[in-house]
């Protein structure tokens, strides 16, 4: 029971979690509700729990990609023989550091809590972090990180007529480390991740493959790991979906076989599905551009303004491109005028991430606005356009 509980926990805070790709001093609370499946974990017999899904997320980034993510989720079992409602809660803290155009260090450090009443009561509450040091070149990027964890559980079983009969408390922890080598241009990558992780149950080992997809549509991530448990091997992966819906609206998902979990030793799922249907309550970004910045605005709009980007590129460049979530990602050939190299386009109002193409390989001047890195080892540059009148 305590497993089946900490992979339904563990979905539905998956699928709440923030945008893999982070805006410069933005701040975003979210409203969401939705809907998950969870099958019994591998090698269990059972049927699978279904759930309703509604909470609360919130999100503040500063313009070097550190901030603080909070989500509270309750969800409503819609059968009460495979699964008890739930209550989850994570908040979670990132200090990042760019020490140089490639090469970025973070620190990160999440609690979490979680728990049910029915059919048995079950509380879990750890926290967990770590350092990690990235290293992005061109389309390749390197993440090695550590992590350490630590936590308590309690279960308690009850006489169907009343009565405690037994309660069963577990100290958590674990000790490790990650690694990730991805490539490929940012609209689409490939990568391979691995991992060990020592635990008071025994060691866990992983090593899998990642894609991934990203564009105006939003991004996705499809990915295969083969785990090595204190118990037995298996095989785990799915698909995880972000898509913005207009201004306001986005949904995330995810399908597959979810991944066991070192730190409350929730063991991997059989087949598992969930989705967050959110709207935005409040989202503000800033990003005041500066006389110097290598763009201006041309022609403001209501909906779209016309800009003009400016950036020099490496000596001996012949061929430069602008790409972006403006262009879908798109190269759009810029012409040279002297040393410099400009393009000018309409962009729609909001928050932007762009980039550029020297000679087919991705490039951003030293003079980019407000860089920030993703989830995928890639760095963009932001830029904020704001409509007539706001």
Request: aromatic share 8%; hydrophobic share 40%.
């Amino acid at each position: 029971m305590p497993a089946r509980i900490a992979l339904a926990v563990a979905i539905a805070v998956v699928s709440a979690g923030p945008l893999p790709m982070r805006a410069c001093a933005q701040t975003d609370i979210t409203l969401e509700v939705g809907a998950s499946q969870i099958g019994p974990p591998i090698g269990v017999e059972g049927g699978s729990a279904h759930f309703l899904i509604g909470g609360l997320r919130g999100s503040h980034y500063s313009a070097g990609g550190s901030g603080v993510f909070g989500s509270l989720l309750f969800g409503q079992t819609l059968d009460g023989t495979t699964g008890g409602s739930f209550l989850s809660g994570v908040l979670a803290g990132a200090i990042v550091e760019r020490w140089s155009e490639s090469l970025t260090a973070s620190l990160e450090v999440s609690l979490m809590g979680y728990g049910v009443q029915t059919p048995f009561p079950y509380r879990a509450f750890a926290v967990e972090g770590g350092p990690s040091i990235r290293l992005a070149a061109r389309t390749v990027s390197v993440r090695v990180a550590g992590v350490a964890g630590m936590g308590r559980s309690r279960l308690e079983e009850w006489r169907v007529d009343g009565g405690r009969i037994r309660l069963f408390e577990d100290e958590l922890w674990r000790v490790g480390g990650t690694a990730e080598l991805m490539v490929g241009p940012a609209t689409s990558s490939f990568g391979v991740v691995g991992g060990i992780h020592r635990t008071p149950g025994g060691d866990y080992v992983n090593a899998g493959a990642r894609w991934v997809l990203a564009g105006a549509w939003g991004v996705a991530e499809v990915s295969l790991d083969r785990w090595k448990t204190p118990t037995s091997s298996e095989t785990t992966g799915g698909l995880a979906l972000i898509v913005p819906i207009g201004r306001a609206w986005s949904l995330r998902g995810f399908f597959g076989r979810s991944d066991p979990d070192p730190l409350t030793l929730a063991q991997p799922g059989s087949g598992s599905g969930g989705f967050l249907l959110g709207r935005s309550l409040l989202a503000s970004s800033h990003s005041p551009i500066a006389a110097s910045a290598p763009f201006q605005i041309i022609e403001y709009g209501e909906t779209s303004s016309r800009v003009r980007l400016t950036m020099v590129a490496p000596e001996g460049s012949t061929v430069v491109s602008l790409l972006g979530d403006f262009t879908l990602w798109d190269p759009v050939p810029m012409r040279r005028s002297g040393d410099r190299w400009i393009a000018e386009i309409d962009i729609d109002v909001g928050t932007h991430h762009f980039g550029f193409l020297v000679d087919d390989e991705w490039y951003l001047p030293d003079d980019a606005p407000d860089v920030v890195p993703d989830e995928w080892g890639r760095h963009s540059a932001t830029l904020v356009i704001e409509g007539v009148g706001q």
